[in-house]
């Protein structure tokens, strides 16, 4: 079965953008990716790099894990304040949001109903596996449905910011298995944690 993959660039202190929501890598944004962080995600994961980068760094390969993104609309949100209505035009783009009555683009399905339900049924499918996006809230609902974690660690530490899985994720400790991992020289590290089955911990609400 096709797997969701959360795939998410992350600070030291485990945000995933700061405060405000704005792009952390964008015009006025705290961070600026290394070389050999970009060479990485060329090298390993070109699939992942918005259309709009991909022309910019001749990237054409089509990559070997993803055919499908799901994003939450704040992140979707970040791409058309910028003017681009699908970042990624090389895969299925499914946003998910209760506000958004049309889809700006005719490539981007809008999906108003339970991101839960959604994924399983796109698992079923046949395919590469889903890559999500993010960002947090998102992630957050879709919590129990990630199979595998791969986390983009960039060493800085921006002290407050949206956490990985949301300010709303319910209080629920899991268990994962490291499968990978590239440590870079510049200090930015990819990790791949694998979901243990059954290993995740008993809700510790009210312990
Ligand atoms: N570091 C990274 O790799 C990375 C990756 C992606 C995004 N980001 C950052 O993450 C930030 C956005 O994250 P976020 O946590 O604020 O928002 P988000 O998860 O991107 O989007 C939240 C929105 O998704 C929709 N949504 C969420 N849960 C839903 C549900 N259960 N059912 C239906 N729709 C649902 C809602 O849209 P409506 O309000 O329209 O209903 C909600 O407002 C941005 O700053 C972006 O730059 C970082």
Known sequence: MRKLVYLVAVTLDGSIAGPDGSDPSGPGGFWTPAEDYLQHLIEEYPETLPG??????????????????????????????????????????VVFSRTLTESPDPAVEVVGGDPV????????????????????????????????????????????????????????????????????????AFLTYDRRPGAAAPDAGGR
């Open 52 to 93: 709009p980068a991909r022309a910019a760094l001749g990237v054409t390969a089509e990559g070997t894990r993803f055919d499908t993104v799901v994003e939450g609309r704040r992140s979707y949100q970040v791409g058309l304040d910028a003017g681009v209505t699908d970042a990624y035009p090389h895969l299925t783009h």
């Open 117 to 188: 339900a959604a994924v399983r049924e796109l698992k079923r499918g046949a395919g590469k596996d889903i890559w999500l996006v993010g960002g947090g809230e998102l992630a957050g609902a879709l919590y129990g449905e990630i199979d595998r974690l791969i986390v983009k660690l960039s060493p800085l530490t921006i002290g407050s910011g949206i956490p990985l899985f949301g300010r709303q994720a319910p209080f629920s400790p899991a268990a994962w298995g490291l499968a990978d991992h590239t440590v870079l020289p510049s200090g930015a």
